[in-house]
């Protein structure tokens, strides 16, 4: 490791930013739909998904000596592109050039998001609330297990970057990493894109098979979710969901008023 590792030439960083943004300019006349990682304050995530993800990662080993380089790249707006699709994510990173960054990931095995869905059954009232991160500890622990949860794990997920410093994980794929975690804060469904499942599968199912009985359902919060999740996320719930004995309450009266009409 020789002098000036990782810097030459060393570009400052407001020089850097400016020539990003002309250079998503020019992407973006020519129909490229680009999204930057704007991160506001020093905190790179602050909602349940965007910090879950982070610290998952933050989890292994095989990323917790190289990951923290990405935070000051994520911070300072070099990841002026960032895509997430089924299985990958596609970015684009200032560093001393523009390189380009992919990071494949494995979809959820099926077998994994059944167990998922099945310990989290019920427990998600309402897709805004499991987007949001409302969700009980139980379902927290479900979603965010090391090992059996919906983040990936280091051996499901392989790294590449065009820069020359490339090796294993370089601090572009770091920032990227990161700024992840700044888009699922934003749009916490493209978790699920990205593993591959449906989202809403994980709300209100009670009992297996549900989720398709739900299916109409789901439609409809879908529109929601679609719509500017800011906007959603500014909205308090008005209720808390109703409890199981004020429904059979309920019912119970009815039976008693129509004992009575009898
Ligand atoms: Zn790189």
């Known amino acids: ?13 407001a020089q850097r930013r400016r020539k990003a943004i002309l250079q998503m300019e020019k ?3 020519k129909g490229a739909a680009i999204a930057p990682v704007r991160i506001e304050g020093r905190q790179i995530a602050r ?5 879950a993800w982070c610290e998952h990662l933050e989890k292994f ?3 917790e000596n190289r990951l923290p380089r990405g935070r000051t790249y994520v911070r300072n707006g070099a990841v002026c592109h960032l895509e997430i699709r089924k299985g990958e994510v596609w970015a684009k990173v200032m560093g001393s050039h523009l390189y380009e960054v992919q990071v494949k990931v494995k979809t959820l095995p099926e077998d ?19 987007l949001r991160g409302r969700l009980s500890e139980r379902v927290m622990e479900v979603v965010t297990d090391r090992d059996s949860g919906l983040f990936p794990r280091p051996k499901e997920i392989s790294l590449a970057c065009s820069c020359p410093d490339w090796a294993e994980m370089c601090k572009h794929v770091a920032g990227v990493l ?19 499942v449906d989202h809403k599968e994980l709300v209100g199912s009670a009992q297996a098979g549900s989720v398709i009985a739900r299916g109409k359902k789901g439609g ?3 529109k929601l979710a679609d719509g500017d999740l ?4 500014g909205i308090e719930l008005a209720a808390p969901p109703r409890k199981a004995h004020s429904a059979r309450g309920g019912r119970r009266t009815a039976r008693r008023l129509g004992r009575r009409g009898r």
């Open 61 to 63: 080993s095989d990323y």
């Open 220 to 222: 409809k919060h879908k």
């Open 47 to 51: 909602t349940f998904w965007g910090k």
């Open 112 to 130: 994994r998001w059944k167990t998922v869905k099945e310990r989290c059954g019920g427990k998600v009232a309402s897709l805004l609330d499991l």
């Open 230 to 233: 800011g906007e959603v996320f």
């Open 27 to 29: 992407l973006r006349k």
């Open 1 to 13: 490791m020789g002098w000036g590792w990782g810097w030459r030439p060393y570009v400052p960083v």
């Open 178 to 196: 990161y700024g992840v975690g700044a888009r699922l804060d934003e749009r916490p469904e493209l978790l699920f894109l990205l593993r591959g």
